[in-house]
Structures are given as C-alpha cells and as structure tokens.
C-alpha cells in the first residue's frame, strides 16, 4: 500500500452555514462545491470539506484537530481577521522561522497561519503548530 498525498480534510461542524460562511467570506476560500450535506473549498490538490455532525451532542471541541495555511501577506491577512473578531488561540509572534498565529473557526478547530522567513521552505516540511504551546 502506498499513498501520494493527502487528498481532503474533512471537518465535522455544528452549522453547516455558520461554517461555510467563515471559510468562504471570512477566509476566502475558493468554494468548489456546495450543498447542505457536504462543501469543498479548493479545486486542486487537498480539498477542504465540510460535513455537518446530525447529533450536536457528540461533536466534541475540535482543538485536536489543526489546518496550516501559509499566508503570502502575513500581517494584512491577520489585521483582516481582526477586524472581522476572529478569535485568536495564539496571537501573532514574530518566531525563529517566521511570522505565527492561530485562530479558531467556529466550532474551535484550530487554524494556522504562517509565514516562513525566506531562508525557509515549506516543500521540506513545517510544524505548522509553530513549536509553542498547542500541543
């Protein structure tokens, strides 16, 4: 057996619209596919899905749960989700390998936003948790 990449994410929500509505507008996401029981963001390499939980009660905090992104404009991407009151799970920080940030959607999967410093390279792989405190 072998695989050649990681195809989708697939995150569990409480509200389908709520969700949809932060990827989409908050995030800018490019929305691949719509509909009430299942969304794609991204039309190429690994998708991002949404699929809504039919018991409320057994989704659980999603915080075990974390998606990296780079983001090319760092601190205007995070001023952006400031201003639209995205909660911040590990402020800004300027790190050793650039600049870090986590936020939360809102059923509390935790997001990652980084970007490298220059001398750094995504292709030969990043701990996207930025080695500090969410482990």
Avoid: C
């Amino acid at each position: 057996m072998s695989f050649r990449k990681l195809g989708a994410v697939i995150l569990l929500v409480s509200d389908m619209n709520k969700s949809i509505q932060f990827y989409r507008e908050t995030l800018n996401l490019p929305l691949k596919k719509e509909s009430d029981e299942w969304t794609e963001f991204f039309n190429k390499e690994t998708v991002l899905a949404l699929h809504p939980v039919k018991r409320k009660e057994n989704l659980k905090s999603g915080q075990h749960i974390l998606i990296g992104f780079s983001a090319s404009d760092f601190d205007n991407t995070v001023n952006k989700l400031k201003e639209k009151g995205v909660v911040f799970f590990k402020n800004p920080k300027e790190e050793g390998f650039g600049k870090h940030a986590i936020i939360e959607d809102p059923d509390g999967h935790l997001i990652s936003i980084v970007k490298l410093k220059s001398n750094q390279n995504e292709d030969d792989g990043f701990d996207f948790l930025g080695l500090v405190g969410a482990e």
